[in-house]
């Protein structure tokens, strides 16, 4: 069974830096891409950025370009979301999803519970 | 605003069918994917690449594609399907992933 754990939401202020973590298991992690989503509690899905499997794709949505890298780990099944000058927008629970193939274009196959983030003063 | 539209909400009583819609430009060359997401809980896919069922996926959800458009398809409502759905496909013109706004869906 594929399962994904996501970590490191919390409480931060606008400016600041967050890093949020995915752990897999249940799968061959350095087999398929991976996707972090966000939704805002009682709004719609936002994807976030996805990763290919082997880090050479990547691709973000344009209000996180240049704020927001994601990178994995395949050695120690993690995948990651380093997040800089977050701001209040950014306020979302963030899913940690996996991708069907080895590039991010096909579909989420797969999700985590999510982990929350509030960007607040 | 969500690059896909979705109707934000439909309904039908318990037993019948229901269809959602989910239009774009960005569908055209690419596949559809379906999300179903109950409250408080993590999306679920539902239906992939138009109109496959993953494993596990009752045979009353139906996906279908024309076009700049496509469907989902709910026979034989029951009370347990009342949940957020979500469309969304890969933009290569935007080199994005693109999901619509949701649908609630209400069995009433």
């Known amino acids: 069974e594929v399962q994904l754990e996501e970590s490191g939401g919390s409480l931060t202020q606008p400016g600041r830096s967050l890093r949020l973590s995915c752990v897999g298991s249940g799968f061959i992690f350095e087999d398929y891409a991976m996707h972090w989503v966000r939704q805002v509690p009682g709004k719609g899905l936002e994807w976030v950025s996805g990763i290919s499997w082997d880090s050479r794709s990547i691709a973000y949505v344009d209000s996180v370009r240049g704020r927001f890298t994601i990178s994995r780990d395949n050695a120690k099944k993690s995948l990651h979301l380093q997040m800089n000058s977050l701001r209040a927008e950014d306020t979302a629970l963030y899913y940690c999803?996996?991708?069907?193939?080895?590039?991010?274009?096909?579909?989420?196959?797969?999700w985590g519970q999510g982990t929350l983030v509030t960007v607040s003063s | 605003q969500s690059v896909l539209t979705q109707p934000p909400s439909v309904s039908a009583a318990p037993g019948q069918k229901v269809t959602i819609s989910c239009s774009g430009i960005?569908?055209?060359?690419?596949?559809v994917s379906w999300y179903q997401q109950f409250p408080g809980t993590a999306p679920k896919l539902l239906i992939s690449?138009?109109?496959n069922r993953p494993s596990g996926i009752s045979e009353r959800f139906s996906g279908s594609k024309s076009g700049t458009s496509a469907t989902l398809g709910i026979t034989g409502l029951q009370t347990g399907d009342e949940a957020d759905y979500y469309c969304?496909?890969?933009?290569?013109?935007?080199?994005?992933?693109?999901f619509g706004g949701g649908t609630k869906l209400t069995v009433l």
């Open positions: 999803a996996k991708d069907k193939g080895s590039y991010y274009e096909n579909y989420l196959d797969s």
């Open positions: 690449e138009n109109h």
């Open positions: 969304g496909t890969w933009d290569s013109s935007q080199n994005s992933w693109v």
């Open positions: 960005n569908i055209g060359n690419g596949f």
